[in-house]
């Protein structure tokens, strides 16, 4: 069970909830997110990692970086030493605008959201940091 509330949520918009960390939700499951346990454990050793294989380290940066610039976004909530969402998106298109509304949408009305949630959002492509709040998000909100 994961500390703090996380997510992955697909390209085509499903969410997933993380159960321990982002990266073993990868490794359960390396074909659902585009990619194969032989190309993860080769991440691990050309990080200098191999003996490590689902640590929280370098090679767990690139793999994370590889799947959301296949489209994923990732989420995790942050209390300390503000409380916050940190999403993590390739770019902030049309499609991803969509699916983060209907993830801000679902939080709003599950209650792990309030309009004025901040999100921290960090755009991979161009390394561009957004703050919004989940109203932003949200003609509900």
Not at 23 to 31: K, Q
Not at 109 to 115: D, H, I
């Amino acid at each position: 069970m994961t500390l703090t509330p996380a997510h992955w949520i697909a390209p085509d918009g499903e969410r997933l909830d993380v159960e321990s960390s982002h990266i073993a939700a990868v490794i359960a499951d390396p074909a659902r997110f585009g990619v194969t346990e032989a190309w993860l454990r080769a991440r691990y050793a050309e990080h200098g990692e191999g003996d490590r294989f689902g640590c929280e380290g370098h090679a767990r940066e690139a793999i994370i970086r590889r799947i959301v610039m296949a489209g994923w976004i990732r989420t995790r909530r942050y209390i300390r030493p503000a409380t916050y969402w940190s999403v993590t998106v390739d770019e902030l298109d049309n499609a991803t605008w969509r699916n983060l509304a209907t993830w801000a949408i679902a939080g709003l009305e599950e209650g792990r959201l309030k309009p004025t949630t901040e999100l921290r959002i960090h755009e991979v492509a161009e390394g561009h940091k957004t703050t919004t709040e989940v109203s932003a998000l949200s003609p509900s909100g």
